[in-house]
Structure formats: structure tokens, C-alpha cells
Nanobody, 126 residues
């Protein structure tokens, strides 16, 4: 069974950086497509970044604009999201997601993913 656990959220000032990490404490996810989503209060959950096992090419949401980097370490069963140049509008709960079908590509739709973590809060303030 897949269990995704996020960590690394917190409070950061405008322009600062945070690194989120997602660990799979259950089954091996080395063949799964992994992604990060975020959800701000009153807004839809939106795709931030994803990375597939098939080609390891990262995909980013339109709002990222070069500020975030997603990476995965299959040996450690982790996928990280490095976030730089943070803005107040980046304030949200960030969720790790996995699609358990082996060798799946990344997609931006939340319904594509069948496992989710509990979320980690990121707050960007002045």
C-alpha cells in the first residue's frame, strides 16, 4: 500500500526558498508518476509539478515560471520540490500525489493520481 508523507513546509518570507519532500513509506514507487499539487483556501487544487519514471522529464504548472524544481530519488523513495523566489500567492497546502499504474506519464489533472499525501502548509509572508 502506498503511503505518501510530505514534509518541509513552513513560514517563509517573500523571495525565500523552501524544499518540500515526499516519502513513500509503503510500496516501491519507482515506476509511478509523481506530482505536487497545491490548494489555497477557496481555490481549486492545481498542478504544480510532476515527474514520470518513464522519462524523468519534469512538467510544471504555468504559474511556476522557472521558480520550482522537482526531482526524485528512486533509491530513497522520495520526490522533492525545491521552491525559490516565493511569493505570497504561493501560500497554500501542498500535496504529493502518485499514480500507481506503472510507467504512467505525468498529467496535470488531479483525477489522474490515485494516491495522495496529507499535505504540508506553505505560508509566504512579508
Amino acid at each position: 500500500q502506498v503511503q505518501l508523507v510530505e514534509s518541509g513546509g513552513g513560514l517563509v518570507q517573500i523571495g525565500g526558498s523552501l524544499r518540500l519532500s515526499c516519502a513513500d513509506s509503503g510500496r516501491t514507487f519507482d515506476s509511478a508518476a509523481m506530482a505536487w499539487f497545491r490548494q489555497a483556501p477557496g481555490k481549486e487544487r492545481e498542478f504544480a509539478a510532476g515527474i514520470s519514471r518513464r522519462d524523468s522529464t519534469p512538467t510544471y504548472g504555468d504559474f511556476v515560471k522557472g521558480r520550482f524544481t522537482i526531482s526524485r530519488d528512486n533509491a530513497k523513495n522520495t520526490v522533492d520540490l525545491q521552491m525559490n523566489s516565493l511569493k505570497p500567492e504561493d501560500t497554500a497546502t501542498y500535496y504529493c500525489a502518485a499514480r500507481s499504474v506503472a510507467w504512467s506519464p505525468v498529467r496535470r489533472e488531479r483525477d489522474w493520481y490515485d494516491y495522495w499525501g496529507q499535505g504540508t502548509q506553505v505560508t509566504v509572508s512579508s
